[in-house]
């Protein structure tokens, strides 16, 4: 995403190579996200119906290496952040009234933390949107969440009990394998017990039927 001109022309070239979606940088190379300049590259986006992912760890700010308070371990806990900031600029930039078909996926930033976000943007638009000068948008934040954005997450326990107060159409299930936080070899086990609480058609759409129909996958 060095300029607007890149980053659509590459979802073009992707869309021809037969990818079914683009990973995004976490810092785009001219203004943020919320910039109308990259309305070209979101329209671009619908238009050929590829749905943009961004990963954690991909942003400037949300890195194991920058300065972390207390045990090293602590910043475990904070990699979530620069996905929920992409989410927070897409959203209050007005991305999604100005593109209301585009998808958007917050990739293995886990899931569980989503109807409180959903509910904590709707209170800031509602209290502060004024005097903290945000732009006036259509719909409140949550809807939108609801809406337009994916989550991916692996071994989030609370993620399927919230399902109810998110959108469960939203929520895509992943093992992460290789990487050192995947579920493997557990992950059959792991579902056995963290999806008992759901139907079998809860279970379907979280674990592959949201995913196939995001990315137009025959199962």
């Known amino acids: 995403m060095r300029t607007p001109e890149d980053g659509a022309q590459e979802i073009r ?11 995004m940088p ?12 990259y309305d070209r590259v979101f329209a671009t986006a619908v ?5 943009l992912s961004f990963h954690i760890l991909t942003g400037n700010s949300d890195h194991l290496r920058v300065p972390i308070r207390g045990p090293r371990i602590n910043g475990f806990l904070t990699i979530l952040r620069g996905c929920q900031d992409v989410m927070g600029t897409f959203i209050f930039g007005g991305v999604f009234d100005r593109h209301p078909d585009l998808k958007v996926i917050c990739v293995e930033a886990d899931a569980g933390w989503v109807p409180h976000y959903m509910y904590r943007m709707d209170h800031a638009y509602k209290r502060h949107r004024y ?3 945000a732009p006036p948008l259509k719909r409140l934040p949550s809807e939108y969440f609801r809406d337009n954005i994916y989550v991916t997450f ?5 993620a399927f009990q919230m399902k109810d ?3 469960v159409r939203r929520l895509m299930w992943a093992n992460d394998f290789p990487h050192s936080d995947s579920t493997w070899p557990l992950s059959q086990a792991m579902l056995e017990e963290h999806t008992k609480n759901l139907t079998e058609q809860e279970r379907d759409w979280i674990c592959h039927d949201n995913l196939a129909e995001l990315y137009k996958i025959t199962i």
């Open 154 to 158: 692996e071994d989030d326990w609370v």
């Open 131 to 133: 005097w903290m000068k």
């Open 26 to 37: 976490g810092n785009p190379g001219v203004e943020d996200y919320n910039s109308s300049v």
């Open 47 to 51: 238009e050929c119906d590829m749905p």
């Open 13 to 23: 070239q992707a869309k021809e190579m037969g990818f079914r979606g683009v990973m």
């Open 165 to 167: 107060m998110c959108n």
